[in-house]
């Protein structure tokens, strides 16, 4: 088995508390090299939208659906 490695830090508080830099930081410590993983690079997960959905009770639900669709599609 081949494994790949792909950035999607996801934080739906909508606050940005330091995901997206988590990638860079776990790639800086050879985790990539270290499982023999091909790099395919960084989905865009980004949640801005501090509403909370009245429904769901989720934080930037639209945004979270969306960064789903693009992480499954990939």
């Known amino acids: ?20 830099r988590a990638p860079v930081a776990l790639r800086a410590a050879g985790l990539v090299d270290r499982l023999g993983a091909r790099d395919e690079g960084a989905i865009d997960t980004v949640i801005t939208d501090p509403v909370r959905d009245p429904e769901t009770g989720m934080v930037g639900a639209d945004q979270v659906r969306r960064a789903g669709r693009v992480a499954c599609s990939g």
């Open 1 to 20: 088995m081949r494994w790949s490695v792909v950035d999607a830090p996801l934080d739906s508080s909508g606050r940005g508390r330091g995901e997206r």
